[in-house]
């Protein structure tokens, strides 16, 4: 009942100060940039959306770019974006397509630039993109803003980190893993890319390192290196955003690409001993 009651005021708090002029960083603070790709013959929707994504900006920057791309017999496409929330409160935006891409040191890498086009957006309008390396198909990809309803992150002290249909990867163009399940105060992973252990809760040798809202968890291990869960459940409830205590280990991965290794536990002194095997 207590937490029922922090949670609606929280949710109220939160709405009435949405209510009041934004500034430049209650905007880069709550923008979201999310993208759908459709398939189009010019002036009807055939199908779709083909994809669909979203991308929240970096905590110190307060920008939104990466790279994202598709290689299917469906839709290919290599698209470069980058959106910034200028002190006036307008919104710039770089969308660069690419032609191919190659395997690199540090994930994928763009090759033949295709087209380059900078927008400033005018009342939240949506940037709509025709993809020109589409294989015989008409393919769009309609980026849009929009403000996301936030708080300041709180401790969940006894809340365990659940959640099914977890996809992991990395701001390096890197899957980590599908399909995995977490339900603990303490969870973790060890992939091809490392191991990883988290909780909402301080424990021995972890760091504050990112935040859990929705179905999302962000890790910022470096300024140049994110790890992103996302969940087909939600972490929290809507409206509550949590702090999040990791440990990242670059040395200790698994033997192989699809090798993957779980673990959860209620009990602190457990995490050490999964962290050793």
Avoid: C
Avoid at 72 to 82: D, E, G, V
Avoid at 150 to 170: E, F
């Amino acid at each position: 009942m207590l937490k029922q009651i922090f949670i609606t005021t929280l949710m109220m708090t939160t709405a009435l100060a949405s209510a009041k002029d934004l500034s430049s960083e209650d905007i880069r603070d709550r923008y979201q940039l999310n993208a759908d790709v459709y398939t189009v013959d010019g002036k009807r929707i055939l199908s779709g959306p083909e994809v669909t994504n979203y991308w929240r900006p970096d905590r110190d920057t307060g920008i939104i770019k990466g790279d994202w791309s598709s290689d299917s017999n469906n839709r290919n496409f290599q698209i470069r974006y980058r959106f910034q929330v200028l002190d006036d409160n307008s919104v710039q935006a770089v969308i660069e397509e690419y032609g191919s891409q190659t395997p690199g040191q540090k994930g994928p890498e763009f090759k033949e630039l295709l087209s380059k086009k900078e927008f400033t957006l005018n009342n939240l309008e949506p940037i709509v993109w025709k993809i020109q390396n589409a294989r015989g198909k008409n393919l769009v990809v309609r980026f849009f803003l929009s403000l996301r309803e936030v708080s300041q992150p709180i401790s969940m002290d006894n809340l365990p980190i659940a959640g099914t249909g977890i996809s992991v990867s990395d701001n390096a163009g890197f899957l980590w893993a599908e399909g995995v399940e977490f339900s603990g105060r303490y969870v973790g992973m060890t992939s091809h890319r490392g191991t990883l252990a988290l909780s909402y809760v301080p424990f021995a040798g972890a760091k504050e390192m990112g935040e859990a809202e929705g179905n999302q968890i962000s890790i910022k291990v470096s300024k140049d290196f994110q790890i992103k869960l996302k969940s087909a459940t939600s972490f929290l409830p809507s409206g509550v955003t949590a702090k999040v205590y990791a440990i990242y280990m670059t040395d200790k991965k698994s033997k192989g690409f699809n090798s993957l290794h779980t673990f959860t536990t209620n009990k602190e002194d457990r995490v050490k001993e999964a962290l050793k095997k």
